[in-house]
């Protein structure tokens, strides 16, 4: 990375959403951690949160064999255990050696009726068993040509992260994801991408304070190809990347870790 981030590096992470089963899963890692070199990860921290099934299997191979990608998971109960059927906790996740879980996703605000309520109780959920919580936030196409686009980031952000400790936001990952921009094959302009990730910065530096603004990371999705990623990385604003389609596969999900690299 040639360029400062305030310290925050650089994370690459693959949303694989409700594909891979567990033995497709393993193939895919064991692909991933044979074509990785150490340099790789010099300056990115890389995620992959698979489907809660492939979750054990992928943590076995990847501590077996010292891949050096972290687990997350694509979503979590705000609960800790009980009579929730369907539900996976937090602390079962935590278990499992995850590190980042994505909150707030918008198929789950969208299919799963997700209300920004529910997302900062599952942040804070998070939080408590010492995990981080990627808080997905973003308009839709309506909002963003009605010119709604920061009023909604707006709305979302602080309602995730009502009555968090400073410390708390700071140690949190923002993935700015345009709805219109999720599997469309059109991404936001790395301009736009990057303008709407400094307003998030901007309005946690007002509402919360300067030092958890420097430290927060906020990711780019929508769309990411390794033909985009590095582009969007060159953006100072832009913290980090958020994949679904082209991580799937472990060569797709390589050329974009090495063109944020070699920024
Ligand atoms: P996409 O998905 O990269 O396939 O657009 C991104 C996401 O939904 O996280």
């Given at each position: 990375m040639s360029h400062e981030r305030d310290g925050r590096r650089f994370l690459l992470s693959g949303n694989?959403?409700?594909?891979?089963?567990h033995i497709e899963a393993l193939h895919m890692v064991r692909d991933l951690g044979l074509r990785m070199k150490p340099d790789d990860v010099a300056d990115v921290d890389v995620s992959v949160h698979p489907p809660f099934t492939d979750i054990r299997t992928v943590q076995s191979l990847v501590e077996g064999e010292g891949i050096p990608v972290v687990l997350g998971a694509q979503h979590c109960s705000d609960q800790d255990r009980g009579p929730f059927t369907g539900e996976v906790s937090p602390q079962m996740l935590a278990r499992l050696a995850v590190r980042y879980v994505l909150v707030g996703h918008s198929e789950r605000r969208q299919?799963?009726?997700?209300?920004d309520a529910t997302v900062a109780s599952t942040i804070k959920a998070v939080l408590r068993h010492g995990m981080t919580p990627i808080c997905c936030v973003g308009e839709s196409a309506d909002e963003r040509v009605a010119g709604r686009t920061e009023a909604r980031l707006r709305d979302q952000l602080l309602g995730a992260i009502e009555g968090l400790e400073p410390e708390q936001v700071g140690g949190m990952v923002l993935a700015y994801e345009p709805l219109w921009a999720i599997g469309s094959g059109t991404p936001a302009t790395p301009v736009d991408a990057a303008d709407a990730c400094a307003y998030l910065r901007g309005l946690v530096a007002s509402e919360v304070g300067p030092e958890p603004a420097r430290a927060i990371r906020v990711q780019y999705g929508g769309s990411v190809t390794a033909d985009n990623a590095a582009e969007m990385a060159s953006?100072?604003?832009?913290?980090g990347l958020l994949v679904g389609?082209?991580?799937?596969d472990a060569a797709s999900f390589l050329d974009i870790l090495r063109a944020v690299a070699g920024c």
């Open positions: 694989w959403k409700m594909h891979h089963d299919l799963f009726g997700m209300t953006e100072p604003d832009v913290d389609g082209a991580s799937l």
